[in-house]
């Protein structure tokens, strides 16, 4: 096993910014909503769905893990240390979840009279257990008066994130070998080249892509990296301005190969981030509670049992609020009976 070479991973300087945890729930709400008005219908609401844009949402949570995730990186002993904290922060409560809501979901199909089949949710199961809800997305039977039947559609995004983890060491690597401003503009790169390259095969090649492919990794990329961008002006004085241009020669280079609205969306996102961390500590109770991950797990399934149970058509004004209160009432129970309990755990055995 490779060791973290200290002296380099721990500068003496670290700026210190604040509101990263709400940031991350404002974002997760942010995802709640827009699929919440998407999963009902509510076309009316189209509007909500472009200002609390689900996508974008997602991106900016791309960019706060590449930021805090090589931040943790930085901070653990080894390799081995880094991969058992990330493991137990984000699977155990992405277990119970998984089976929790697949549990609900099949008795929602029985009552519906619909027949479930055992191998049907082993297969779901063996999937999904292995971050692959792309595999098998639901169960027959299972939300099948539903518009959409997926049971957890937002699962995509946590094998994305574990493949980021995957690469963290090789980045943090390459960073100490050239700079972290270097490594963050070629992650940048290689995530908007990956689009434009399917682009190509799509356009000039004939080749059918499937949408998933553009946010397969090296796909998503560019937000990740946009987050190391974020760590190299965290780790070093006076580089704001050094990134600034960074990010608006990269955002134009997106301009020029297709992919201007991409290139907007990461200097928007990055404005409103800095801006965001450099305000003073919000007065909450969130320094140390973190339930932005459960309100992300549960928020889909919760929609898709709430519209299974009843017909909510024109009642937008009591569905809204309802998802957000039953998301979060499972995020808060998520976090103190197992994600407090599991990072715990990491720092115990890190001892």
């Known amino acids: 096993m490779v060791s973290i070479d200290t002296s380099v991973a721990k500068p003496a300087f670290l700026r210190r910014w604040h509101n990263l945890t709400e940031l ?113 997305p639901t169960v027959d039977g299972v939300f099948a008066t539903n518009q959409v039947h997926e049971i957890n559609g937002a699962l995509w995004t946590i094998k994305v994130e574990a493949s980021f983890y995957v690469i963290v060491p090789l980045v943090c690597y390459f960073a100490r070998r050239t700079s972290y401003h270097v490594a963050a503009a070629t992650l940048m790169l290689i995530g908007l080249g990956w689009v434009a390259f399917l682009g190509l095969l799509h356009d000039y090649a004939g080749v059918s892509i499937h949408e998933s492919l553009y946010y397969q990794l090296p796909g998503e990329m560019q937000y990740f990296g946009l987050g190391v961008l974020l760590y190299a002006v965290h780790r070093a004085h006076h580089t704001e301005r050094l990134a600034g241009f960074m990010l608006l020669a990269i955002a134009a280079f997106a301009a020029l190969i297709g992919q201007a609205w991409t290139g907007a969306e990461m200097i928007v996102l990055s404005a409103l981030i800095y801006f965001v961390i450099h305000l003073p500590r919000l007065k909450t109770a969130l320094a140390d509670f973190d339930i932005s991950y459960g309100v992300y797990l549960s928020h889909f399934p919760i929609i898709q049992l709430l519209l299974s149970a009843a017909d909510w058509q024109n009642l937008s004004f009591v569905l809204l609020p309802l998802v957000g209160l039953l998301t979060a009432l499972w995020a808060v129970i998520s976090w103190y009976t197992v994600e407090q309990p599991s990072i715990g755990m990491a720092k115990r055995l890190a001892v």
Do not use: W
């Open 24 to 136: 991350r729930l404002f974002f997760a709400f942010s995802v709640v909503l827009s699929h919440t008005i998407q999963l009902a219908g509510y076309n009316s609401l189209y509007v909500l769905r472009v200002v609390f844009s689900s996508k974008t949402a997602v991106d900016a949570f791309f960019i706060l893990s590449g930021f805090l995730v090589v931040a943790s990186y930085e901070r653990c002993k080894d390799n081995l240390d880094f991969y058992r904290r990330r493991f137990l922060r984000i699977y155990p409560a992405y277990v119970v979840a998984v089976l929790f809501f697949l549990s609900l979901g099949i008795v929602q199909a029985m009552a519906k009279g619909f027949a479930v089949s055992a191998i049907e949710v082993l297969k779901y199961l063996a999937a999904n257990l292995a971050l692959a809800n792309f595999l098998k």
